[in-house]
């Protein structure tokens, strides 16, 4: 060994183990964001509940829920383990997956809200009933 001196195939082979070369060689295809079956169906699942659930190979109900909210099948890929996203692709499903959360966070702050307010009312409609009977 020489300080400095480089040995190619040791490197190539350090590279390859790592997993270097195969996310450098899925990137140079198109598709570099990933995401695993699990991760996904955890995430998106509130994009369509019912269609991750129709079946229990990952496959199927992928394509079923990326069929149902219009995803072109050209943006994404699916391999054995994992989903494979074209670059801006995994962006439009993060903007239909907000505009769900943030539609379920609004009405459940709009029912809180209710039951505060109602409280309140009934409240001072005792006060005012109370009001009546002591005068």
Excluded: W
């Excluded at 198109?30 to 190979?57: C, Q, V, W």
Aim: glycine fraction near 6%; hydrophobic fraction near 40%.
């Amino acid at each position: 060994k020489k300080p400095g001196d480089v040995e190619p195939p040791l490197i190539m082979h350090q590279l390859t183990c790592n997993g270097v070369l195969e996310g450098i060689r899925i990137c140079m295809r198109g598709f570099p964001n990933r995401m695993y079956y699990p991760d996904f169906k955890m995430r998106y699942a509130i994009l369509g509940a019912t269609e991750m659930a129709s079946s229990s190979d990952n496959k199927v109900a992928t394509y079923a829920l990326m069929d149902k909210i219009n995803f072109d099948r050209q943006r994404y890929r699916l391999g054995h383990t994992l989903v494979f996203f074209r670059a801006g692709a995994l962006a439009g499903l993060e903007e239909a997956r907000d505009d769900i959360v943030i539609k379920l966070v609004r009405y459940m702050q709009g029912e809180v809200l209710k039951k505060l307010r109602t409280a309140v009312y009934a409240k001072r409609r005792d006060q005012r009933e109370l009001i009546k009977v002591a005068q």
